[in-house]
């Protein structure tokens, strides 16, 4: 009934700056917050980032000042911007959806697939 699909991940040196996007479909109502994830090998996963339906946004404190969240409601799609990365950033990127359905506006959490980070020289 919903989609998530992200885009954006990648290779990068340290330093450096990727932009992830995830964009949203199917049977929508309203997206109420939206969010992005992280998990690297062997660790749990954890917060990054996170952004309501007015753009009020929170960050983890070791992503705040490098990390951007912003959202755009008439294209169903949440950004992360990232800039000056380091090696401790490398993960999978999760963005989530707090989604009311069409017709019968029950809300739930909707995943994507993930996205690759990874920050090496």
């Known amino acids: 009934q919903v989609q998530l699909v992200e885009s954006g991940g990648g290779s990068v040196q340290p330093g450096g700056s990727l932009r992830l996007s995830c964009a949203v479909s199917?049977?929508?109502?309203?997206?109420?917050?939206m969010g992005w994830y992280r998990q690297a090998p062997g660790k749990e996963r954890e917060l990054v980032a996170r952004?309501?339906?007015?753009?009020?946004?929170n960050y983890a404190d070791s992503v705040k000042g490098r990390f951007t969240i912003s959202r755009d409601n008439a294209k169903n799609t949440v950004y992360l911007q990232m800039n000056s990365l380091k090696p401790e950033d490398t993960a999978v990127y999760y963005c989530?959806?707090?989604?009311?359905?069409?017709?019968?506006?029950?809300?739930?959490?909707?995943w994507g697939q993930g996205t690759q980070v990874t920050v090496s020289s």
């Open positions: 989530n959806a707090d989604v009311a359905l069409r017709w019968t506006l029950q809300e739930s959490v909707y």
């Open positions: 952004i309501t339906r007015g753009s009020e946004t």
């Open positions: 199917g049977s929508i109502f309203r997206i109420n917050a």
